[in-house]
């Protein structure tokens, strides 16, 4: 039976950030880092590979781990973490896999028969004599590898600058030969950094890391995470190493710039760093990104959206939602997680989660998605400190006559959940619910307006709650 599409896609234990999604026969692969529940730092898990059927979304197989930090002979003690790859399907019909290491300034490559196999190393990308990219002088280091093959030509797309930093140029583009490892056309800067951005049309949304490709039609659409973070943006040019313009933001992770629903400069979740790409999946195209959970920026989930473009190629700012690629609402009937949700915040305004970005380490001030146990135990995510003003927004469902809500709480609280479909709305009802120390249920005959809603759950009272489930009825 086919199962809805949710956001995140996997489940909620799983921490596979920097998605880039790629099709082969009937289903599509999604190779991205590995994030530790409670790491410390970024990437501490080796390299997983998820997949799902083109036609089934909503129903996704963990393909287990492919490949391993000490794989790397740079990396005999698995010290270094695996950072952000990506995936081509080179000439030989084998599939190639493209990283770095946390420490170094060189890009690994490792190959497999199959997309989802176990991949052994095969070699650094390197200069015709001998030497790494990234290592001859005058170099920029190497981060964040991209890649796209055409013919015996593969585009290698590499960089990382912050801002202010005039060391580096921006994102590089790189042409490698046939054996996937030998430079051919030397690298050019195609997106500026920030010191060398003016009259670029790159101004305010300059490159800073995740440079993925992709082609659709004659023209080559370029998404990375520019200078604000947060934000996943794309240019476009009919060549693939040159004549780039910057086009504008595809996904904001706090939903930044969105007005339809807010207003625009109001974050609507906890942002930080994005990476991701767009695919076209059994005819329609989706944007995968992903968001930061655990008050840290060390706990990223993968995130899905749909996408559309216009008569020109043109693709317009979507905002997050908990439906994903459900192709629609969810049904607006049963229960569901509160993990699920798309919009997350209190009565002061934090965008980033902390770390880059100067924004504050999420504390007990701020609700959090995260969940029991360690990294690996199979449980189910939930808002932690909701505290007075806390909301949680999910979006969207198709209601039709829900005429009571419940809530799943526990923790030190004495207060109400206000009900609402819109985050500033009228409230419908409320709930009360009260101190606890397991999972309690607490409902009460609110009518939620049938039709395509949105659902917002306020926090007022004393102490903190634990949300973990809703049910609509």
Known sequence: MKKQGLNPYLPSWEYVPDGEPYVFEDRVYVYGSHDRFNGHVFCLNDYVCWSAPVEDLGNWRNEGVIYQKADDPLNPDGSMCLY?????????????????????????VAVCDTPAGKFEFYGYVKYADGTRLGEREGDEPQFDPGVLTEGERTYLYTGFCAPGDRSRHGAMATVLGPDMLTIVDEPVFIAPSQPYSEGSGFEGHEFFEAPSIRKRGDTYYLVYSSIVMHELCYATSKFPNKGFEYQGVIISNCDLHIDSYKPADKPMYYGGNNHGSIVEIHGDWYIFYHRHTNGDAFNRQGCIEPISFDEHGMISQVEMTSCGVNGGPLEGKGEYPAYLACNLFAKDDQMYTGGFGGGAWLDSRFPKITQDGRDGDEEVGYIANMVDSATAGFKYFNCDGIRQVTVKVRGYCNGEFEIKTAWDGPVLGSIPVHFTNDWKKYTADITVPDGRQALYLTYRGSGGASLTSFTLE
């Open 84 to 108: 952000a790859p990506d995936l081509t399907l080179g000439p030989d019909g084998r599939y190639y896999l493209y990283y770095v290491l946390d420490k170094v300034p060189v890009v690994s």
